[in-house]
């Protein structure tokens, strides 16, 4: 038998997703067969799948140890030394700035070093993130960029803070601005570019049409970037890119599609003189972060705007 105590962290969510993250080793079909046979219940009485679990409620499983088998916890973290710069933080939210070079979550490979390893290492040497205290929650990536993209990202401290931010990145209550450099002069000095995004797994790869592809239909998400230029060198234009959709590689394949790829991406294009000129990775950076209106635990953010300055922008430094 085991007793669990619903914390901070674990109340809001299903019964179901509660032991599903808490117990990793239960096999779901088992665990729906004990929920209905009352050997999972909640406050001593009977639990429902769907059942919300509040702070304070004590879920009971008289079940077999074989399935209570709680997920190692990798204390990997305790030992980075975090790199990324913060731009804003409070209780509930740390807005990070990402390196270049650093992946946001771990990749197939396994990589231990990447951001939300070191937020974790950094809350906990805050004392802000005590694992042993929590059940299923860790702290958590609300949105992620590519390794070689650097820029803003927003990590939550908690899981009602998660919660809120993934609604309002859901419900585009949160706007996202990059800025890039892109190769040529832009036909209009200000435009929406809409298109359909076609993702290759096995290259990694991701392919924009302006109309949808006949046959390819399902595996198609349509695509919507705005941008706006801001400089042009005569060779070169420097743009700020709002992201109204947020699909895989949105930015550096939509721009590649219109014949303006972005300077140094040798994943879209051909980088070899862009590497002569000391581009070593895409001129993208994530830059500015707008909160819209929310009525949730991060409505004291409503209408605030976030953003880098051009010195913490490496590209624009050249």
Same mark, same amino acid.
């Given at each position: 038998m085991r007793i669990l105590t619903i914390g901070k962290n674990d109340a809001g969510q299903r019964v179901d997703k509660f032991i599903r993250k808490t117990f990793e080793n239960m096999p779901q079909s088992m665990m729906y067969k004990f929920i209905r046979t009352k050997k999972i219940k909640v406050n001593r009485k009977r639990a429902e799948i769907s059942q919300m679990l509040c702070e304070g409620d004590t879920v009971e499983l008289f079940v077999p140890e074989d399935?209570?088998?709680? /997920?190692q916890k990798d204390d990997f973290y305790k030992n980075i030394v975090p790199t990324f710069g913060i731009v804003y933080e409070d209780d509930n939210i740390i807005i990070c700035n990402k390196p270049v070079g650093l992946l946001s979550h771990s990749d197939t490979d396994g990589e231990q070093n990447t951001l939300i390893e070191q937020v974790k290492s950094y809350l906990w040497k805050k004392g802000e993130y005590d694992p042993d205290a929590e059940n299923s929650f860790a702290p958590a990536l609300c949105n992620r960029i590519d390794r070689n993209t650097g820029g803003i990202v927003t990590a939550a401290k908690n899981a009602e803070a998660l919660r809120d931010m993934n609604e309002r990145i859901r419900v585009r209550s949160v706007s996202k601005y990059y800025v890039c450099m892109v190769h040529g002069r832009m036909e209009q000095k200000e435009a929406t570019l @809409? /298109?359909? +995004?076609?993702? #290759? /797994? #096995? @290259?990694n790869t991701v392919s924009v049409s302006k109309v949808p592809q006949k046959g390819h239909e399902r595996e198609q998400k349509k695509i919507v970037t705005k941008y706006r230029v801001t400089d042009y060198d005569g060779h070169d234009s420097t743009l700020e890119i709002e992201l109204v959709t947020g699909r895989t590689h949105? %930015? $550096?394949a939509h721009m590649a599609s219109v014949g303006h790829p972005l300077i140094g991406d040798g994943k879209y294009a051909e980088n070899k003189k862009d590497r002569a000129r000391g581009y070593s990775h895409q001129a993208l950076y994530s830059y500015r972060l707008v909160f819209g209106q929310g009525d949730d635990a991060l409505s004291y953010l409503n209408g605030r *705007?976030?953003? +880098?300055? $051009? #010195? *913490? %922008?490496?590209? +624009?430094?050249?």
């Open positions: 399935f209570l088998v709680q /997920g @809409t /298109g359909y +995004l076609t993702k #290759d /797994g #096995d @290259t949105q %930015i $550096r *705007e976030f953003s +880098l300055s $051009r #010195d *913490e %922008i490496p590209f +624009l430094k050249k």
